[in-house]
């Protein structure tokens, strides 16, 4: 199990490394919304994304040996530019399987930082299968972009650093593979003071809501919707700290998630990806059950492609 | 001509009502830009951009009797929406004159601070002529959008800020009527230690650049660029300001506007206007010029229509 301690020796290992990042409001969204909501902007992290956190905990607690053939991973995007990211700090080489689909913009990240990537077909049977053969090949080190310790305990820091600074009633994160939602539920119980944690999660990829409500994890799913960071299934680590820590999960649908992503840019002026905006779209949708509670919202991320944006200005 | 102390004391006038605004920077941009430069995000302040500093100093300067019948102003935008909730914080009412072709997202906000719109075709003389119109018809007080000497000191508020906190060797501002570039030059004379002050433009409304270069203010032109925050011409208070404490006015390509906000979007993940990514073009496009040295951009605001980008998403 994950400690407070875990968490807190994570949070040293990491804080060099990453940046302790802001926390906005909105007058205009409370008033929406009938609540205050902050939100701890992970867009603002380095690699766009929270994923750092995790990547750079699990590899720091590589061994010399461990790191010498490298490190390999399977992930949509955030997770891969992070590990790419993090083996580059620890001077060693990171192998990355990502879909086909993956946005450009991540694509062009994990490049950039001399991830090498070998790209599949986007289910997770050919992610975990294309996976397995390069590590084969290359003898790395696996690490698993959600269902691992290291990871958990390193994501789990977002919430603590938010849990430090304010007090709150409930804290929300979008939920795909669970290694935020888990850390989130995790850093809730041993920093903060009797908070709710709610995941947030796309009806089109609802395997975490599932699984809670059947008692076991769902591990095969289609997925489709709009968050492209949700499309994983939810990990067996994961399901176990979220079926104890995790009070519910609320399911929104694609058109819901793009009008909280809209708002999110319209009013705060920041750039989320649409699996980000998944936790406001949530409470929007259950306004009743957050009416004038202290909320905190972790944004995922900022990894968006802006070519609809841009190339319709051009 | 206004004094350092006049800036101050517009400062303690506006100081309750606005953001201090914070500064950002990315290591990627100055990577590519060659020169560290900082950002003082206006995007982030009240009305999403700096007009509201001017516009409230500006009202908060007029006698009861003065406010009575109302203010009455033309923008493009921003200023419309700044004196529209300027004026409702003054518990008095705004007629705002916009051309028919302003951002829909620039409208609605208007409306949403109480502004009373009336629309024209989109050119100086038909805003001038029916703003006159309509001041008549309700004996309400102008307030220019930048000819305004408490216009000015207001917009001057945003670099001294900047300056009271970072050291730098240029700033940088956008100009359109000149209200934050001859309130920046003045704020950097006052405030700054032996600063440049540069003034960045689009090259398709460039009078402000040729009114330098042929040391008289133009009054006429045909504006054409993607900037729709900078389409106004010079002001006569503005030029006067501009000619005496400007070191230079660089223009730019519309090409190379988009390419600097795209840059702004990506790298550090926030919602900047066209009119906005004016200045780091100019950087971008001479990075002789700018090499080594400690820059300040003023991001003037982050009003953009977001249509283009969600409605490709839907």
Redesign the interface.
Known sequence: MISANDIRQSHERIKEHIHDT?LLNSESINALAGCEITFKCE??QKV?AFKIRGAINAIKCLSKNELKNGVVTHSSGNHAQAIAKAAKLMNTVAYIVMPENAPK?KVNAVQSYGGKITFCTPTLEARESSMKHLQKKTSAVFISPYDHPDIISGQATAAKEMLEKIPLNVILAPVGGGGLLAGTALASKYFGNDIDVIGAEPSGADDAYRSLKEGKRITKQTPNT?ADGLLTTLGELNYSIIKDNVNEILTVEDYDI?NAM?LI??RL????EPSCAVPLAAVLCNKEQFKGKKIGIILSG?NVD?D???N???
């Open positions: 802001p867009n603002f766009g913009v709009i793009l809209r840019w319209e002026k920041i750039i989320v900022g802006l609809p944006f841009f319709d200005f051009l």
